[in-house]
């Protein structure tokens, strides 16, 4: 079930298969002068109706901070995953409108990768970093399973970023209860990740490696 939730929670908690089948609302995004800011049409309030305006005001950004880019189904299912902030709002018309700010980090980094990868794009595992890179710091992928709900993902991202010597955490893609996020650590990785493993968190060394992935953890809620 929670492959099903994994590519829409992303940081909000959501249900991606809903998201992955819905058609996001044709009606262009409020202007704004922020290029990583959209106002859509929203439904109502649910989940499904939520993401769905996130995944329009996603495509609506990204034709803002780089005219003429597709985004691909799989980069808008994961949508929620590049979100800062949201809030509702009614419209003058009377409607429901959600305004959505992504993180210009996150979504920057999203389409260089698109952009310039020969072949993966985001939501498909890389090839993983060298030793060295895990060792001395860089940019690496990182497993997490366990990750059973929508909640606990929210929380797992909310203690990622919350490392100080973490940044650039974003999902890349999702199997069973894990998740495969790619990381950037200013320290080695392995004592980033050491450090969150400690006895009195919600992290732990995984029983075995993920292949694709530099690092394997588990959650524990």
């Avoid at 298969?17 to 649910?46: D, F, I, K, R």
């Amino acid at each position: 079930m929670f492959r099903i939730l994994i590519p829409l929670v992303l940081a909000l908690g959501v249900a991606a298969g809903a998201l992955a089948q819905t058609t996001a609302p044709s009606v262009a995004a409020t202007p704004s002068a922020n290029p990583y800011s959209a106002t859509v049409p929203v439904a109502g309030t649910s989940d499904d109706q939520r993401n769905a305006a996130i995944a329009a005001a996603l495509g609506q950004v990204l034709q803002q901070v780089s005219p003429g880019f597709t985004a691909p189904t799989d980069v808008l299912a994961q949508a929620p995953g590049y979100v800062r902030d949201y809030h509702y709002r009614r419209a003058a018309t009377g409607g429901l409108e959600l305004q959505v700010d992504f993180d210009p980090g996150a979504v920057g980094r999203m389409v260089a990768q698109a952009q310039n990868a020969d072949s993966a794009l985001p939501g498909q595992p890389g090839t993983g970093a060298s030793a060295g890179t895990v060792a001395q710091g860089g940019t690496a992928t990182l497993w997490v399973d366990g990750i059973d709900d929508s909640h606990a993902f929210a929380a797992l991202l909310s203690t990622l970023r919350g490392d100080p010597a973490l940044h650039d955490v974003i999902p890349e893609a999702a199997e069973g209860d894990g998740v495969l996020l790619q990381v950037t650590s200013d320290r080695a990785l392995v004592d980033v990740l050491a450090g969150l493993a400690g006895p009195t968190g919600h992290l732990a060394q995984a029983a075995q490696p993920h292949p694709g992935a530099d690092a394997a953890l588990h959650w524990t809620p």
